[in-house]
């Protein structure tokens, strides 16, 4: 095996592993809560609405999709795997409507002053969560041709919902650490592999890292729960 060819096989195996596990992180979260919520006696969370089952299929879909790719990639179908790209391009704004609406209605359900965090302040973290993995997902597309920033946005979009699922494994700690964990195992690889990160996959990382870091810092802050608060409002009498 010459240099090169190491060096793409090396590249596939951490790529395949790292989705991997970023899938089964998302998976495990939210069996309880979504995939195997008819097997547990006392599932968390509130019940499930019509609209929440949809968002929570599309996710599926989209989760899908990306293994396929990854697959797709490993067995050398890059046709099949261009054209399925296009399938990801339209995900986009569909994904950002229903996760912006799932949020803001969960926000606006009445609550019992019990949350460990309150609406306001946890309605960041879905927006944040949303806006910058689609954000990942359009660049990745706009790099299709630059196989290796490609692949790191697509990467990185995934990093920027695996919070969602490692939350609800790991609770604070799951929702803040692990993602981070994710995109410095990318940067660690790029760094041994290259010896440098291109400006693309730090820009990428960073916005992934930012999905659940920004919310963590801006939250709780007077400003943006007076605004949070007046959205929510807005979407009740809206809705």
Known sequence: MTGSAKLSANEHRFVQIWSFLAILTIVVGFT??????????????NPLNALTVAHGLLFTAWILLFAWQVLNIARGRYARHRALGWTALAFVPIALASGLIVALEHASRPTTGDEPIPPDVFLLLPIFEVVNACIL???GWLHRKTPHIHKRMMLFAIAAMVGTGSGR???????FVVPALFVLAIWAFDLIRAKRLHRWVLGG??????????????????????MARAIIETWKMLS
């Open 32 to 45: 309880p809560s979504f995939y195997g919520r008819a097997f547990v006696d006392d599932p968390p969370g």
């Open 137 to 139: 997902i359009l660049l």
């Open 169 to 175: 494994i790991a609770g604070f700690l799951g929702t």
């Open 205 to 226: 990382g960073a916005i992934a890292v930012s999905t659940y870091l920004v919310p963590l810092a801006v939250g709780f802050s007077e400003p943006w729960r007076t």
